[in-house]
């Protein structure tokens, strides 16, 4: 009967000789979650602005609601109540969608910032993990072509 050859022995003398720096892997994990860190406080910092660009808008709104809503003795006063109340809100409303873009120029600014000063450090990184996993590579080449010999 023909018996199979155990490779795992094999494999691993394989692999032993090319070694694997972790070293890299860590690093490149404790970048992209400094990155995200970053990235999350900009996130967060720009819901809160929005969030009291929001609140400051329903308060300016419901002021001006309870204005419209006391009882007037003229039927034209409701109409010109409604049409002062219509005037204003285009102009509350022009000015917080303002500040809702200042907010979001705001950023998209420092989500950029961010992805070029990572993109540097990823180039520079992978440079030197890739210079470092061909000087290993060398090393081990010439330590197994030596063995063999």
Do not use: C, R
Not at 90 to 118: D, S
Not at 127 to 145: E, I, L, Q, S
């Amino acid at each position: 009967m023909t018996k199979t050859q155990d490779f795992t022995a094999v494999f691993k003398d394989f692999l032993g000789a090319f070694p694997v720096d972790t070293k890299a892997f860590e690093d490149s994990f404790k970048n992209q979650a400094a990155l995200n860190e970053k990235l999350s406080g900009v996130a967060l910092s720009a819901a809160e602005k929005s969030a009291e660009i929001s609140s400051k808008w329903t308060k300016e709104t419901l002021a001006k609601l309870a204005e419209i809503s006391k009882a007037k003795t003229e039927p034209a006063d409701y109409a010109k109540a409604m049409t002062d109340f219509a005037s204003a809100n285009a102009e509350v409303a022009a000015e917080h969608l303002a500040a809702y873009a200042e907010v979001a120029k705001k950023v998209q600014a420092e989500t950029v910032e961010l992805l070029l000063a990572a993109g540097k450090n990823i180039q520079e990184d992978a440079a030197n993990a890739v210079k470092k996993a061909a000087d290993d590579v060398t090393a081990a080449t010439k330590k197994a072509t030596a063995a063999a010999k």
